[in-house]
């Protein structure tokens, strides 16, 4: 990765090592081209939810728990006043500045907060299963439609969940909690140990 | 393990997602008035609690979840919440009559002010 | 006789007799079909034998069919995979089981331990807490150790355990716990209405003990009919079913646990990657406890000998598995139920006779038995038990109800008994949480009343005997209820049956056991009566009666029996002792699930862990995090390492990694005066682009953090906490904007994690950031300390704060963490010419003690205020409320007897006070001594050359330059003088530099 002053940068993501065991009954990688925005504002506030849409281009969800896209752009719901963006890595910076300068003096905050967190991508039938040797929550319920965002507790860590697709779910957790994720999630989608729900 | 549905994301979870904060409606004095301020006062902010069999009013946090704090109604025998309201709201009525001892006194005493 | 005299001709459902199963019990190798429990098996090779008793080391045999077996208490496996404590009637066979019996010394014929037997009279209820009082001292050396050999059950395993574990979750609409009649009827009319339904069962297969009730559904047996329904359940999508799942805890708001053996019954299945056990944790609406009955034992003398058995049990082995435990049994009942077992007996041909306690009885079954010139001796009592490994013959004795002992008796030849004392419906799992339970006087036992929670019970464990009136309770769940044609023989009453009078009364000769496993004897009960212990909870406790995994299950009401007629009470009035988890017990691998070994913690890493690693750190934990405590190099030991970090810092530059540290960002038009009110200092004062370090208290006056907040606009700070304080803090603000001060317009986000943190501290470190040719003017007159700048620095963007912890011109630079490994190995390699190198928490530790800055949790711990430390200073006079402000003002916190932070120089500067030593008034040969105080934090410094510590003395700073003692263990007292707390460039010139 280069930067303005022409100097190879080195980027070192938290699972740059790590390549996912052949033992899997579920596929699982690292996304590591993510760029990550925390934005924080009243979605009360009309001002902030429009300075806001002028950037994204699409609403932020006000719906607790679902997220909105628009082309490379997501936003997670995070709280009643708090919102995920999501966006490629390398345009990260520009967005951000864009979303401040758009902001400008309304009551709110935006943070790069790119290398916070790790992301796991878990792809497959079974994925929701295997989440759920982790997870309290009833993940093959109608309650985790694709688009669903929930924090959530996972293992014995805080996670962030995100159901991309019916068989692709993100799993977003603190940078330092990455490799103990990486092997629990190994552990409990090895092969042989597959449970099914409810599924013939 | 209890099953806590949070008001603010309507998430409901088991109580390890939930943080629990104590007992609800306890009064900073230093918020209303920092200079005059008693021993006795400050020592009922910071240490006294009341401990009821039955209806209980609770601070709990979605701690895992959308980060906000909010109140709950709890029966402390059969451990069913009764209602969840807003981290600065007072219970419902209902609850509000319904409630015994210490409980009774506080709300009769916050519904007067507000009266 | 055939070498397998008890494994019948023909019959067993189970078994399939082309299928040769070989294990080994104790050593011995012994064949089974597939299908067998180990129960059967070993019975069917002729070995009555299956364990020894507890406490008198009695030779102990079968007694049940299921998860209620008390006796035959088998360990399996060897080494590291041996597990203790498995019921025989649960252990499925296959080639290569490895078995043994347990409590057993040195084999299980010939037992030490039975001497205890001979003592017996010596051992009585409670018999610990009498014996083994005097001396004190023999407790710890003699009596416990000899009572840990001769008591327990198995033994523990060997080693690790290489096999894996896991926990599940799952939600339903409806649990139903228990797959027999009630159950499987339950679960169709459940699904029917489309909620999704969770089956769970402790047997490999569904049915319960359908196979052997008597009766026609339909115009089949009850056994056709739950086979045919457990297939339709098996089809359906909403039915999800576990079995080899025992549901062992029910607890608030319908959560329960489910203990499921994946892979015991088949090595192929653990092979194969599946976890040995998988421990489910489960979230239902509705609760339906369909558990069945437990049939209970009677007390007669000697009645826990081998081949004495429950009368299902004698039915199970010989419908099940084609297995008798003898060619002469005797059918020992208080009522009808038993009289099937009678008949299964009679037609595998096996002699029989029927004892009936009761004077008569009007059911189908009774007139049937005698109709088949079955031997029924009714109004009578087994008197008495021939044999000590077996049963020889048994004593017959006339009885009527009340009577207290026998006068004559008829000796009889048989090689089995099979009793039946009635049952008793299985409660647990609706007590656990709380279910209120009743006396049902038909039952002559206890069955469900009242829950605060969704929960029913249905079929036996509702004390619903019949098979009609189960099939109407299964089906309340449905929308549309079924009928079925039911015929099913009428029944006479039973008669309850508590103590089975012999020759001698309670206390005399024989026993009558009520609690098998525990050794717990009806004059063990009535003893206790004698002695006072009215509370039944009470005589569980001396007695031990319904302990351990039996939890009462065949004990319970047979004790309850003798306790009301040694007391006159009734049985309600008596009460119940508490039913708690789990059901049966499950295995620790189970708790543990997956997380073991390296994951038995999570452990936070920073950006650099890797590095850390391959440079040969010592990592110490801070919470979850590890930090590098000192980089070693070849030669060194880890003071010698540490000394050298921290001359390094002192005389050239060292790199810290100090990722860890907490981030928050805070930013609103109230942000200044938020902060105003978490510190105790001021904060609305800086200016912009600086940094300020605060102290926090919480609200009772008492030092929670500290660390240094930065300016970076107006409206917006970046707060550094401690290490370990980041999570807390992070929702301590949120805390306190959200409940207290909401009118505050505050942003707070926690980022943490999205930096790596690293301090360049020494007085070299502006040469080695030079060299990284920052795009912003880095000299001491553009970059002063205490103060921030952004830009880039060798390339990396960063934020970078001229902050000290070490008391050295330093800079901690910040860059986002997936740039981290990078930056760090840039700086790395601009100082090389500077003699940069790597430092750890030891050495940051030690450079800021010799500064006298105070680290919170060290020189602090809960009740420690910032005037204890020495910052009065930091505590503003003029803000009118912050945090902690009012509890600082009681005048107990501010009195001169308060333990005040001082430095301390030992007599000896070789010598370094331990961590934590106590000071005292003065030193005497032995305690009491008057403590004054506590060591907080101790270093030898290699930058002074001399040992250094901090403490905590009563009114310290008035006590400058006295001498203190500190007596230590062994007797020896080091003196060390009372000094300021910064030991090192008390001027704060390098700082500066």
């Known amino acids: 990765m280069d930067n303005k002053m022409g100097v190879e940068l080195q980027f070192e993501s938290a699972l740059a090592h790590r390549t996912a065991s052949d033992n899997l009954s579920i596929a699982m990688r690292e996304i590591s081209e993510r760029g990550m925005i925390d934005l924080r504002g009243l979605a009360s506030d009309k001002k902030f939810m429009s300075a806001v849409k002028s950037v994204l281009g699409f609403d932020l969800p006000k719906a607790p728990r679902t997220s909105a896209s628009w082309g490379d752009m997501k936003a997670l719901w995070l709280s009643s006043d708090q919102w995920l963006i999501l966006c490629t890595r390398s345009k990260t910076t520009a967005l951000l500045a864009e979303l401040t300068a758009a902001l400008g003096k309304i009551h709110s905050l935006a943070v790069d907060v790119s290398d916070m967190r790790a992301i796991l991508r878990l792809e497959g039938e079974g994925t929701r299963e295997t989440l759920m040797k982790g997870s309290t ?42 490799e103990y994720t990486w092997a629990f999630l190994t552990k409990a989608a090895r092969k042989g140990a597959e449970v099914r729900l409810f599924r013939k | 393990m209890l099953v806590v549905t949070c008001p603010i994301c309507n998430a409901s979870g088991d109580e390890t997602d939930f943080h629990y904060g104590g007992q609800a409606h306890v009064r900073r004095p230093a918020t209303a008035d920092p200079l005059n301020i008693t021993d006795e006062e400050q020592r009922d902010y910071l240490f006294i609690r009341h401990n009821p069999k039955g209806l209980h009013f609770e601070r709990w946090r979605c701690d895992r979840g959308c980060g906000k704090w909010f109140h709950a109604a709890r029966d402390t025998v059969t451990m069913e919440f009764k209602a969840t309201y807003g981290i600065t709201e007072l219970p419902p009525v209902e609850l509000m009559k319904e409630a015994k001892g210490p409980w009774a006194d506080y709300f009769k005493m916050r519904m007067k002010e507000k009266a | 006789m055939s070498t397998k005299p008890y494994r019948l001709a023909e019959g067993g459902s189970r078994i399939d007799r082309s299928r040769k199963v070989t294990f080994s019990f104790d050593g011995k190798d ?13 019975l069917a090779s002729g070995q009555k034998l299956f364990g020894r008793s507890f406490k008198y080391h009695r030779p102990r045999g079968l007694v049940g069919l299921g998860s209620e077996e008390m006796n035959a208490l088998i360990g399996v496996g060897v080494g590291s995979r041996h597990e203790p404590n498995l019921r025989a009637t649960q252990i499925e066979i296959f080639d290569g089981l490895a078995a043994e019996s347990q409590n057993r010394w040195p084999s299980l014929k010939y037992d030490i331990g039975a001497i205890n037997s001979k003592f017996s009279r010596f051992l009585p209820a409670g ?73 769970c069962d402790e047997n490999p297969v569904l049915g319960g003990i359908a196979d052997l009730t008597a009766g026609m559904i339909d115009g089949e047996c009850v056994e056709a009919y739950t086979t045919a329904a457990a297939a339709r359940l098996a089809a359906k999508s909403n039915v999800h079913i576990l079995t080899r ?131 029924v001796q009714l109004s009578s009592v087994i008197s008495a038990v021939e044999g000590t490994v077996g049963v020889t013959a048994v004593k017959i004795a006339a009885y009527r109800k009340g009577q207290g002992r026998v006068i004559t008796e008829k000796r009889v030849d ?26 049902d006087d038909r039952l002559q036992s206890f069955r469900p009343k009242s829950h605060t929670d969704n929960i029913v019970a249905i ?14 309770e299964a089906q309340t769940l449905a929308k549309k209820t079924k009928t079925f044609k039911v015929e099913e023989p009428s029944r006479g009453a039973l008669e309850s049956l508590w103590f089975a009078p012999a020759t001698g009364k309670y206390n005399e000769g024989n026993k009558h056991f009520i609690d098998f496993q525990n050794d717990v004897t009806a004059a063990d009960l009535e003893l206790a009566q004698r002695e006072g212990y009215e509370s039944v909870e009470h005589t569980k406790r001396y007695t031990t009666f319904g302990m351990a995994t039996d939890q009462g299950k065949t004990s319970n009401l047979n004790g309850l029996g003798v306790i009301s007629e040694a007391t006159g009470k009734t049985i309600p009035e008596i009460g119940v002792t508490t039913f708690r988890p789990p059901y049966t017990p499950y295995s620790f691998g189970s708790i543990a699930g997956s997380l073991t070994n390296d994951l038995f913690l999570p452990i936070r890493r920073t950006p650099i862990f890797e590095w850390h690693m391959e440079h040969g750190a010592v990592f110490e934990p801070v919470g979850q995090w590890r930090r590098s405590y000192t980089y070693p190099q070849a030669s060194e030991d880890k003071h010698q390492a540490i000394n050298r970090e921290i001359l390094c810092v002192r005389n050239k530059v060292g790199l810290l990694d100090a990722s860890t540290l907490g981030k928050i960002e805070i930013k609103g038009p109230d942000a200044a005066e938020f902060l105003d009110r978490i510190y105790t200092n001021t904060f609305s004062t800086l200016k912009v682009g600086k940094c300020r370090y605060g102290l926090m208290m919480n609200e009772l006056g008492f030092l929670t953090d500290d660390g240094v907040t930065v300016r970076l606009a107006e409206d917006h700070f970046i707060m550094h906490t401690t290490s370990g304080g980041a999570d807390r803090i992070g929702a301590w603000l949120e805390e306190w904007l959200q409940t207290e001060w909401t009118q505050y317009k505050v ?247």
């Open chain 1, 137 to 178: 929550l009833d993940l093959i319920s109608d309650d985790y439609k694709p688009g669903t965002v929930r924090r959530m507790r996972f293992a014995e860590i805080a996670a962030l969940l995100h159901v991309v697709e019916e068989n692709v779910i993100d799993i977003y957790v603190f940078r330092s909690y990455a």
């Open chain 3, 30 to 42: 012994i064949s089974g079909f597939a299908g067998d429990t180990l129960a059967s098996a070993v």
């Open chain 3, 127 to 199: 018999f610990y807490y009498k014996t083994f009082m005097w001396p004190k001292s023999f407790w710890k050396h003699v009596y416990e150790p000899f009572i840990r050999k001769a008591a327990g059950l198995g033994k523990a395993p060997e080693g690790r355990d290489p096999d894996m574990y896991e926990h599940m979750h799952v939600h339903a609409d409806v649990i139903i716990i228990g797959g027999g009649l009630a159950g499987l009827t339950a679960a169709e009319a459940a699904a029917s209405t489309g909620v999704k339904v969770l089956l």
């Open chain 3, 245 to 375: 799942t025992t549901v062992v805890g029910h607890f608030h708001h319908n959560y329960l646990m489910a203990f499921e053996r994946v892979g015991d019954h088949d090595p192929a299945i653990l092979a194969s990657g599946a976890p040995k056990h998988r421990l489910w944790k489960i979230r239902a609406d509705k609760v339906v406890v369909a558990t069945g009955a437990l049939e209970r034992p009677i007390a007669f003398a000697n009645n826990d000998r081998p081949n004495i058995m429950l009368a299902s049990a004698v039915r199970g082995l010989l419908d099940r598995y084609g297995v008798t435990p003898g060619s002469n049994g005797v059918v020992f009942t208080n009522n009808d139920d038993a009289y099937l077992t009678a008949f299964a007996l009679k037609k595998a041909g096996v002699n029989v006779r029927i004892v009936d306690s009761r004077s008569r009885s009007d059911g189908t079954l009774v007139k049937r038995a005698i109709a088949a010139g079955i031997d």
């Open chain 3, 414 to 439: 048989c090689d089995f008994i099979a009793m039946s004392g009635g049952w008793n419906p299985a409660l647990h799992i609706w007590c656990h949480n709380g279910g209120k339970i009743q006396f």
């Open chain 3, 459 to 472: 079929g036996a464990a509702n004390g619903t005997m019949s098979v009609e009136a189960t099939l109407a």
């Open chain 3, 747 to 993: 942003f707070v986000t926690p980022v943490t994690e999205q930096w790596a943190q690293f301090a360049v501290a020494g007085p070299r470190a502006r040469d080695v950031l030079s060299k990284l040719s920052p795009d912003f003017d880095i000299s001491n007159e553009a970059f002063p300390h205490m103060s921030f700048r952004q830009g880039l620095i060798g390339g990396y963007p960063v934020r970078v704060y001229r902050i000290s912890f070490s008391g050295e011109l330093s800079y901690e630079v910040a860059t986002p963490a997936n740039f981290g490994q990078g930056l760090w190995n840039a700086i790395m390699e601009a100082g090389d010419e500077f003699g940069l190198s790597a430092y750890g928490t030891e050495a940051l530790h030690v450079l800021r003690a010799e500064k006298g800055y105070i680290v919170v949790g060290d020189e602090s711990d809960g009740t420690v205020t910032p005037i204890d430390v020495g910052l009065e200073g930091m505590v503003s006079k003029k803000k009118p409320d912050f945090i902690g402000k009012r509890s600082l003002e009681q005048s107990f916190l501010k009195g001169p007897n308060r333990k005040q932070l001082v430095g301390l120089f030992t007599a000896d500067p070789t010598e370094v006070l331990p961590d934590g030593a106590y000071a005292v008034a003065q030193a005497k040969d032995k305690p009491p001594m008057e403590m004054i105080g506590q060591v907080t934090s101790t270093y030898m410094s290699p930058t002074l050359g001399r040992s250094i510590a901090m403490a905590l003395i009563e009114n310290g700073r008035a006590r400058m330059g006295e001498v203190i003692s500190f007596p230590l263990e062994g007797g020896k007292v080091m003196k060390a003088t009372i000094t300021d707390t910064v030991f090192y460039d008390k001027e704060g010139g390098r700082i500066h530099g």
